[in-house]
């Protein structure tokens, strides 16, 4: 059973706009979240987090959105560049113990 | 620089023979982990340590095991390797909320 879901496999966005990553998880337990990016080839990089006390943490380009009520997180990437084309994980934690319980990941592709 | 170190980063072995991936880390973090990336199913945790000699089970933990005898040190041991167990693996590291995570280990059980 898949604890963290995230829907949709892939997502373009034409470069400039904003690229919108969304995540679900089933476990009230949860209450640490965060987002990775990987290139192929390379270990996943941290990208932002956000505990289950805030609903919103922001960092340059990147916001993190947390809906508790609907069990919802979302990655917003405002403007988008073609740099930014990777594949995006989100990952939940119960507790901040030493679970982390990831997503199946969402491929972006940002086109110039 | 900091750095988590893998090896081997590819290897092909065959059923049944034991095999070890060894991961190293030079940031002095208490936490480590391995991971497995699979095609549709993301990262799986296997095993994770909080500190040395402590070990706990992840996600997915059957069909190998782990040791922390030293902080720098967390190998994969994965006694009878089986087809099913041919995956992308990556060790990681933690402090506060940020995972460093290692390049990444090809495996492949014919």
């Known amino acids: 059973d898949q604890q963290v879901k995230q829907n949709s496999p892939s997502l373009s966005v034409q470069e400039g706009r904003i690229s919108i990553l969304n995540c679900d998880y089933t476990n009230s337990m949860f209450d640490y979240f965060l987002w990775y990016k990987k290139y192929p080839a390379e270990g996943p990089t941290f990208l932002i987090s956000?505990?289950?006390?805030?609903d919103k943490n922001e960092d340059g380009r990147f916001t993190v959105f947390l809906n508790k009520s609907a069990k919802h997180l979302s990655l917003h990437i405002v403007p988008s560049q073609p740099g930014d084309s990777a594949v995006y994980f989100c990952a939940a934690s119960p507790n901040q113990g030493g679970k982390l319980i990831f997503g199946q990941g969402t491929e972006l592709s940002v086109k110039p | 620089e900091a750095q988590v170190t893998q090896n081997p980063r590819y290897l092909i072995t065959v059923t049944g023979k034991k095999l070890t991936v060894t991961c190293s880390q030079n940031?002095?973090?208490?936490?480590m982990s391995w991971y497995r990336q699979d095609p549709g199913l993301g990262l799986r945790q296997i095993y994770y340590s909080m500190n040395v000699e402590v070990t706990d089970k992840g996600d997915v933990p059957e069909g190998y095991k782990v040791s922390r005898k030293e902080k720098r040190n967390f190998p994969l041991i994965l006694e009878s390797p089986s087809p099913n167990q041919t995956s992308l693996y990556f060790c990681a590291t933690r402090r506060g909320n940020t995972i460093y995570f290692g390049e990444g280990s090809w495996l492949t059980v014919v």
């Open positions: 956000i505990s289950s006390i805030k």
């Open positions: 940031m002095n973090h208490e936490y």
